[in-house]
């Protein structure tokens, strides 16, 4: 997949999620030794949410990122957006058997690089594993930073490893 740029990359990642939908949170949590849910639970506490305020959890995926954040926040607002379809249709089913009407997530079809929502909607932003997948960081950076409410703060959970540069 490294030697993929642009639309072809973007289509390998979403066809890679949709086929692995189904068994992606058994697979992060064996591929990470478990790590992934205190990564989850320190991105949530870092993201220092207020009552009443409104997240975004990009890259969501089934979800858990975003449930989590609910269930630990039950008073803020928490959108899951991914652009893979198969993934939050997985979250969703989970969302309907899990949890009450009240506690179900808004879910949105979006792409990182163009985010569906105005300017200055959220108090904070938070992604796991996004920044790896997305075929152009500062983009993806730049258009979260645009739906963020001034002084708001992004937060991502990555592996150290990432090779990153902004």
Known sequence: ?????????????QQMFTRIAGNYDLMNRLMTGGQDVRW???VIRQ????????????????????RDAQT???EVQVTAADFTL???R????RDLVQSTPQQQLSWSAADALNLPFEA????????????RN???????????????KPAAELWCSIPRRLPITC
């Open 72 to 74: 630990q926040h039950p």
């Open 120 to 131: 200055e909607t959220f108090d904070a932003v938070i992604s796991g594993f996004l920044l």
């Open 1 to 13: 997949m490294t030697y993929l740029e642009g639309k072809e990359r973007a289509d390998y990642v």
């Open 86 to 88: 198969e993934m939050m």
């Open 134 to 148: 997305v075929i152009d960081v500062r983009m993806s950076l730049a258009d979260q930073y645009r739906v963020l």
């Open 40 to 42: 989850r639970r320190e």
């Open 47 to 66: 993201a220092n949410l207020n009552n009443g305020g409104r997240l975004l959890d990009l890259g969501t995926g089934t979800g858990d990122l975003a």
């Open 90 to 93: 997985v979250g969703k089913s």
